[in-house]
């Protein structure tokens, strides 16, 4: 069923400052998008089936822009160590086990139900290199209703032996026969994954590039997480004046090729210009930046700058898959970032997350991320009755409360483009 109201505290962005709310309100599914939200319910509407979530919270769909499904397995494992060692104990050995896929289906099984089961509703996930465990990946997630762009993960240089594909041909090769077959799910959208710069010859961008112009792919990648990286990244490009430009060179950055770029913790002046110019989206993955020691994105200045950002959980990097422990870890992360380095750009604000996790990643997807009329309809209704205080609290510090502290299991009810995922649980 696509057209129905929901009734309750409706919370929304309208922009990165303007955080709407209309307690004891109604927002009103209309053929999977919104037809807005009102105090009293419009005469037009009254024959549409009501959810009476009166008293509950209502938000938007939380968006994921960047996650590796395939390294769930080990969340909250190596988190004390820096990012060579990780990668090379925990990363490189678990993706290589997608290669088996009854491993592969066993561990998408967990990670589908997971995200199902979060407030999640649209994500930018990275898969590994084997197309037939990518396929099965997003199988699992359309079954799950999940929006998602799913990318199989490109490298053909400086990667473990069993994580090497063996040629700029193979990889790109095995790319297309993807592309080919995950060409029928619904919801789950294939994405161009080259890993990053340092794991992909020119050949094989190249090949990529062409790719994206046959089937006006989007692209998702990393950039400039660490200082060490992107010295590499010179290294490895000359001619490059920055980290981006080894992707724009091959038209992998925004503009005709929507461009997702996770961290971008250290973009420099023209990086920053360029992805203003071109529209290139941001994944803020502040948990992750901590975790690896890559340091504290200036998210606040993008912002300022519009530049187009959202958070990600950059599981395994960062623990959880809660894209509200990403928002209060965003809060925290812009606050030391502050107070250590930079007065010059200040902390983000509860607004600013709230807008981050929600608008700010969802206009990846199109119009997805708010109420405002037009939008697809994503909404998950919160339920924090057993989150006890004596205090009377207004719905804004309910909302910013969950911030902090909302679980799972304080999620009643999960809508995806006007489709019911679940309610009443
Ligand atoms: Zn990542």
Partial sequence: MRNYVIKGNICYSRTRKELCIVENGYVVCRDGKSAGVYELLPESYEAFPCYNYENKIVIPGLVDLHVHAPQYPFRGLGMDQELIDWLNTHTFVE?????????????YDIFAEDLRNSATTRACVFGTIHADATLLLMEKLENAGITAYVGKVNMDRNSPKCLCEESAERSAGDTQRWLHDSRNFKHVMPILTPRFTPSCTDELLEKLSELQKRYHLPVQSHLSENLGEIAWVKELCPGTEFYGESYDRYGLFGNSCPAVMAHCVHSGEAEMDLMKRRGVFVAHCP????????GAAPVKLYLERGIRAGLGTDIAAGSSLSIFKAMAAAVQCSKLRWRLYDQSVAPLTVEEVFYLATKGGGEFFGKAGSFEEGYEFDAVVMDDSSIRSPRELRVRERLERLIYLAEDRHIAAKFIGGREIFRER
Avoid at 95 to 107: F, I, M, N, P
């Fill in 95 to 107: 993706e290589a086990k997608y290669a088996d896929l009854d491993y592969a289906g066993r561990a």
């Fill in 287 to 294: 948990e992750s930046n901590a975790n690896l020691v890559s």
